[in-house]
Structure formats: structure tokens, C-alpha cells
């Protein structure tokens, strides 16, 4: 089973940045990274994935403000957040899935984190 531990949550200006960190607590080839989002009263949706080294793929909502990132060697991944908006308010959760995916629906996933909040203020 894989254990996943986020952080770096917390409260933002309209057009700041935070960054997300995620630890897993093991990294194998081929598995993916997501990070997701759930705001209250809504569906948990895909934010940003990461499979086999390098392969990003981003929700439509963030890309071109949202970075995501790899550590193999720290069995971690980052998620740079600028250019913050008040609809990027969420509790934010890491999970990961033993295939090579395009983000997907958050269905496939087989492990999560615990969820870190962001909340974004004008």
C-alpha cells in the first residue's frame, strides 16, 4: 500500500503562489501522480498528472498557471500554483495509481493523501 503525505497548503492573495509537495512512500516506474481538488459542494476534479519521468498533463483551469514537478530521488512531487485565482479554493489531495495516465477521472486512482487546504482571497 502507498502512503501519500502532502503539504505546503494554505492562504494566498488573488495572483500569488504556494506550492504543494507530495511524498510517497514509495515510487515505482510507470505509476502516476495527480493532484486533485475538491471544493465544497462540488466534485472532486483532475488538476495536474505525471507519469514515467516526466510526462505532464493538466486541467484546462490551470494550464500555463500550475507546474508540475518530479523527485524521483525523494519519491516527491511539487505543484507550483501562480497567478492564483478565488475558484482555485479547494482542499487539494495527491493520489497515484499503478499506470501510465493522463490525469483521468480521479475513479482510477488507488491511493490518496489526506487532502491539504488552499484557500485563495481577494
Known amino acids: 500500500q502507498v502512503q501519500l503525505v502532502e503539504s505546503g497548503g494554505g492562504s494566498a492573495q488573488v495572483g500569488g503562489s504556494l506550492k504543494l509537495s507530495c511524498v510517497a512512500s514509495?515510487?515505482?516506474?510507470?505509476?502516476?501522480m495527480a493532484w486533485f481538488r475538491q471544493a465544497p459542494g462540488k466534485e472532486r476534479e483532475g488538476v495536474a498528472s505525471?507519469?514515467?519521468?516526466?510526462?505532464?498533463s493538466y486541467a484546462d483551469s490551470v494550464r500555463g498557471r500550475f507546474t508540475l514537478s518530479q523527485d524521483s530521488g525523494k519519491n516527491a512531487v511539487y505543484l507550483e500554483m501562480n497567478n492564483l485565482k478565488t475558484e482555485d479554493t479547494a482542499t487539494y489531495y495527491c493520489?497515484?495509481?499503478?499506470?501510465?495516465?493522463?490525469?483521468?477521472?480521479?475513479?482510477?486512482?488507488?491511493?490518496w493523501g489526506q487532502g491539504t487546504q488552499v484557500t485563495v482571497s481577494s
Open positions: 505525471i507519469c514515467n519521468g516526466g510526462t505532464t
Open positions: 514509495e515510487f515505482t516506474k510507470g505509476m502516476t
Open positions: 493520489a497515484t495509481v499503478p499506470l501510465c495516465i493522463a490525469l483521468g477521472s480521479h475513479r482510477t486512482y488507488t491511493y
